[in-house]
C-alpha cells in the first residue's frame, strides 16, 4: 500500500510563499505520475500541478510562473513551491500518486492519496 503523507501548509499574507513536501512510502514505481490537487471551500478538487514517469510537469494555468513542483533524487519526497500567493489559492492541498507513468486530468484517475495539508491566503 502507497502511503503519501503531506507537509508544510499554514498561513500566509498574498504575495507570500509556502513549500509543501509530500513523503511516499510503499511500494512506488521508478517512473509514475506524481500530482498536487487542491480543493478550496464548496468547489470541486482541481489538479494543480503534475510530473509525469519523465519528470515532465504540467500546471494549471491559474499557477504557471508561481508555482513550481519538484522531486528529490531518490523520488521519495515532491514539492509544491508556491510563490506570490493569492486568496483564491486558499485550500486543502494534496498529494496524489498513480502506477501510470503518464499523468491523468482529474481525481477519479489517481489511486493514491494524502491526508492534504491546509493552505489559507490572507489578503
Known amino acids: 500500500q502507497v502511503h503519501l503523507v503531506e507537509s508544510g501548509g499554514g498561513s500566509v499574507q498574498s504575495g507570500g510563499s509556502l513549500r509543501l513536501s509530500c513523503v511516499s512510502s510503499?511500494?512506488?514505481?521508478?517512473?509514475?505520475?506524481m500530482a498536487w490537487f487542491r480543493q478550496g471551500a464548496g468547489l470541486e478538487r482541481e489538479r494543480v500541478a503534475a510530473?509525469?514517469?519523465?519528470?515532465?510537469?504540467t500546471y494549471t494555468d491559474s499557477v504557471k510562473g508561481r508555482f513550481t513542483m519538484s522531486q528529490d533524487a531518490g523520488k521519495t519526497t515532491v514539492y509544491l513551491q508556491m510563490n506570490n500567493l493569492k486568496s483564491e489559492d486558499t485550500g486543502v492541498y494534496f498529494c496524489?500518486?498513480?502506477?501510470?507513468?503518464?499523468?491523468?486530468?482529474?481525481?477519479?484517475?489517481?489511486?493514491?492519496w494524502g491526508q492534504g495539508t491546509m493552505v489559507t491566503v490572507s489578503s
Open positions: 510530473r509525469d514517469g519523465d519528470g515532465d510537469t
Open positions: 510503499g511500494p512506488m514505481y521508478s517512473r509514475q505520475c
Open positions: 496524489a500518486a498513480d502506477s501510470r507513468w503518464w499523468c491523468l486530468p482529474g481525481p477519479e484517475d489517481f489511486a493514491y
